[in-house]
């Protein structure tokens, strides 16, 4: 699988609230195998999530996720927000650890509890995560023994973002809504989408406990409304109610259309890639990332696909531009085995540019401190001159 | 019509919706806050550029708030009214006073008060309504503080032992007047606070510890209407029996939020007996205007914003169901249609998007003499699309306007200053109470410009003039 499909889910008619505009998605024909429910911790905590041997995970966690298998076509509730009992906190001197295992973690046969977008940043934090493959010497020892680690970055909380907290309480839920596509001022900021409309339903406010890329926030804060994009029916072909009916028909239509284009940023994104994480019986759950190209939008996610293939679950985050940058300047670094020239050659400048480049998208102290004074001394006197 | 004459008829019609369906309290979209400085705008607006027409207001059905708002108002620019207006203004004033609840007269006082209002205009209409009062001992029990504010601030002269009560309570050691005298007796003597108005049993009885059933069980026979059916659900949790409501007497609106504060299950066991309820109030809320309305199609909303606020707990899907009962009655033909909800009324329940357009195609294919839509207006699958088959239907299938089209709305919005409308071709009419919708599609062909701003003053003057006549009828019974 190459790209997200939304096949199965149908787009209705958006809502706006200020800046918000919300494109519920609805399922012809809920998928009843699955299903998922929210696993609240308890707030104000950061997380430390084992992610692999001598690595650590750390974020503030609000909620997992916990999917349920049922026998095939067997009836299934929602099971609601369930209360987790705290597990043995480790104390440190100010702030509260604790620790989650996995970033997913086989509760027992047919359960399997994940942590919403948290898998799918931990693959974009995990980039190229060991540092450069060959000891080139511009590289600092620190880099080559031990990678890029710590890396970090930053989002925000749903909560945080403007407006977005009204925007879905006074959202009214489809009955057969199975999703959501999230726009703030008409950029793409997340999509979502669970199974079930029940669990929908249960999961519509965990929207707000989610993160944000840096985007959405600051256009949350400068645009203060979007426009409602209203229906207009062409009334010289109407001549009776059957007309009328038509073409209301005919305008749901357009909107679907529309609604292609305006979530074409993420649906016609053509080489993401895919890795498995887990199976729960014929379902999987993976992730993805995007090819980083710093002229589209580049979202990272991860999905729960049946063996049909068909998008079961979705869940997205935008990166921010700056968050993009650093990916395709990691990839592009990994491809050329992280030769500073050949990497140069290969994004169209010189050595001294992507040194500078590298340096200010925060990747600095990966590069010995004489080369990098050695580019600023280069770049001042042509500067000057 | 020319332009100020018409931008004239729409603000005040904008502000007799307003003054209809506000209430200045939490909405589901709005907050509280937004409400009250929104509303308070609109009346300062409309006071200052149509003093009259703000006046004549209070003989229309508006809410007790914004009769309550505009008698403050007027009182406290009264130096800008002249003497035959100020005249005019007294009598309107001294009649709606009458009309409001004794708590909301009382605020206004209060409020006079706070602003510093007194004079001796203002002093007599104090008087006059303290005067024409039944029972001034019942008063100075029920509304204490009130009573006394008002008798400071308008130096009244209270009957009797009614000023002993208010300010000098300490000194006798027995009352003659039977209610004065429970009330004193009250604070000692668990038997005598059953004597007295729920409100104020009630903070004596917790002072006793008295345990609540026994308390409800005693008071019940105090009980006035509104507070006997705001109290069944607590009635049931703590099996008081005698609180038990009379549904045949309770008013069309008040019936449907009780019955939709029910679960649904339990509407479901009670169906007869609500159903008849709803339609009996109907009946008499349609009096002899029953069946006389012909082929009536309705689009009821019950979208998930009708589930209204905290504070105004699912007040649209109320309103609307109560306008589904009372069209019922009204009409010869009915037909009732929800957006998403199907089969008996009764069960209705708050989900769901506004897909208006829709179903108002649907609705027209009845082909009604009457289209009424109950909703709050914001038709958001999709956006605009209600407006759009109004419109189309206005000017390709029915330029005649053989079926008459009219929106009622219980919500208003805060942003625009007015209850939200479909379209421009459509009358939209702010409604709170199911009960008054008969007399307010009079008012409907007023926002659409179909009538002209002469006929807007006429229309005003013809209702002061019955709500003076019915009110010297009510004050000389």
């Known amino acids: 699988m190459k790209r997200i499909d939304l096949a199965g889910l149908t787009a209705a008619p958006a809502q706006t609230w200020g800046a918000v505009r919300l494109v519920p998605l609805l399922r012809d024909e809920p998928v009843t195998g699955l299903r998922l429910h929210a696993d609240v911790h308890d707030d104000g905590e950061l997380s430390i999530v084992q992610s692999g041997r001598r690595r650590a995970y ?224 014929r379902f999987t759950l993976s992730r993805f990332r995007p090819a980083f190209n710093p002229d589209v939008d580049n979202h990272i996610g991860e999905t729960i696909t049946d063996e049909a293939g068909r998008l079961v679950y979705l869940k997205t985050f935008r990166l921010s531009a700056a968050q993009t940058r650093r990916g395709h300047l990691l990839s592009q670094l990994a491809a050329h085995d992280w030769n500073l020239d050949e990497t140069a050659r290969a994004l169209g400048a010189d050595r001294q540019a992507l040194t500078l480049r590298l340096d200010r998208a925060g990747f600095g102290h990966l590069l010995r401190p004489e080369v990098i004074d050695h580019s600023r001394a280069k770049a001042r006197a042509a500067s000057r001159r | 019509m020319p332009t100020a004459q018409q931008v004239a008829c729409e603000d005040v019609v904008m502000f007799v919706n307003a003054a209809i369906a506000s209430t200045a309290q939490r909405e589901f979209r709005d907050e509280a806050g937004a409400q009250r400085m929104s509303l308070g705008f609109l009346h300062e607006y409309v006071l200052g550029n149509y003093r009259e027409l703000y006046a004549a207001t209070l003989a229309l059905d508006i809410n007790h708030l914004n009769a309550a708002m505009i008698v403050t108002n007027l009182l406290r620019h009264a130096s800008a009214a002249g003497d035959t207006q100020r005249a005019k203004e ?20 209060g409020e006079l008060r706070r602003l510093g209002v007194n004079n001796r205009r203002c002093r007599a209409i104090v008087r006059d309504w303290v005067a024409g009062r039944p029972d001034p001992a019942f008063d100075a029990v029920k509304y204490r503080r009130s009573l006394s504010v008002a008798a400071r601030h308008a130096h009244l002269s209270l009957p009797g032992e009614v000023g002993t009560a208010l300010f000098d309570w300490r000194r006798p050691k027995r009352y003659d007047t039977p209610i004065l005298e429970s009330w004193r007796r009250a604070h000692y003597e668990q038997k005598a606070l059953y004597e007295l108005p729920y409100t ?40 008081a029996g005698a609180v038990a409501i009379d549904l045949a007497t309770a008013p069309l609106t008040r019936l449907a939020v009780y019955v939709l504060s029910l679960p649904r299950p339990q509407r479901a066991a009670r169906r007869d007996e609500l159903t008849a309820a709803l339609r009996s109030a109907a009946a008499r809320a349609a009096r002899r205007r029953a069946g006389t309305w012909g082929r009536v199609v309705a689009v009821l909303d019950d979208s998930y914003s009708s589930a209204g606020s ?83 239907w206005n000017t390709r299938l029915d330029p005649a306007g053989r079926t ?74």
């Open chain 1, 58 to 281: 750390i974020s503030y966690i609000p909620h997992a996720f916990v999917a349920t298998r049922s026998a095939e076509g067997a009836p299934a509730a929602a099971y609601g927000t369930q209360l987790h009992d705290p597990a043995v906190p480790a104390e440190s001197d100010c702030i509260r650890l604790r620790f989650r295992g996995r970033l997913t973690r086989r509760e027992n046969r047919g359960r399997l509890r994940f942590l919403p977008l948290h898998l799918a940043m931990e693959g974009y934090l995990a980039l190229q995560f060991a540092g450069p493959s060959v000891a080139w010497q511009e590289w600092t020892h620190q880099a080559v023994a031990h990678g890029l680690s710590p890396r970090v970055e930053a989002s925000y909380c749903g909560a945080a973002v403007p407006g977005l907290q009204d925007a879905l309480r006074v959202f009214e839920i489809h009955p057969g809504q199975c999703g959501m596509v999230l726009y703030v001022a008409d950029a793409l900021a997340a999509a979502f989408v669970v199974p079930h409309p029940d669990d929908y339903r249960a999961l519509h406010p965990s929207l707000l406990q989610d993160f944000y890329g840096e985007l959405v926030y600051q256009y949350a804060h400068l645009y203060p409304a979007v426009n409602d994009f209203s229906v207009r029916l062409d009334e010289t072909r109407v001549g009776s109610l059957a007309d009328l009916r038509a073409s209301i028909v005919e305008s749901q239509a357009q909107w679907e259309e529309f609604h292609r284009v305006m979530a074409g940023g993420l649906l016609d994104a053509e080489d993401l890639s895919f890795t498995k994480v887990n199976r729960v019986g």
């Open chain 2, 404 to 477: 008459s089209i009219v929106h009622l709305n219980p919500v208003y919005d805060s942003d625009s200053f007015a209850v939200r409308r479909l379209g421009p071709q459509v009358a939209t009419v702010g409604v709170r109470d199911a009960e008054d919708v008969a007399a307010l599609v009079e008012l409907a062909r007023f926002p659409t410009g179909r009538a002209g701003f002469d006929a807007l003053r006429t229309h005003l003057a013809d209702r002061v003039e019955r709500f003076l006549a019915e009110d010297t009828q009510a004050g000389t019974q």
């Open chain 2, 310 to 392: 905290a504070v105004k707990r699912r007040r649209p899907l109320a309103v609307a169901l109560a306008a589904h009962y009372l069209l019922e009655a009204l009409s010869a033909e009915y037909t009732g249609m929800w957006l998403t909800h199907r089969g008996d009324p009764l069960l209705v329940h708050p989900v769901g998007t506004t897909g208006l357009g829709a179903r108002i195609v649907d609705a027209l294919e009845h082909r009604p003499d009457r289209l009424v839509i109950v909703s709050d207006g914001w038709d958001n699958a999709p956006v605009g699309q209600a407006a759009e088959v109004l419109r189309v």
């Open chain 2, 90 to 109: 007294g009598k309107l004033i001294a009649a709606a006073l009458r009309g409001m609840p004794p708590q909301r007269v009382y605020g206004v006082f």
């Open chain 2, 200 to 239: 104020v049993a009630e903070g004596l009885a917790a002072r006793h510890g008295i345990d609540r059933a026994r308390f409800l069980n005693g008071i019940a026979p105090r009980l006035t209407d509104l507070e006997r059916i705001r109290l069944q659900s607590s009635a049931a949790r703590h099996q």
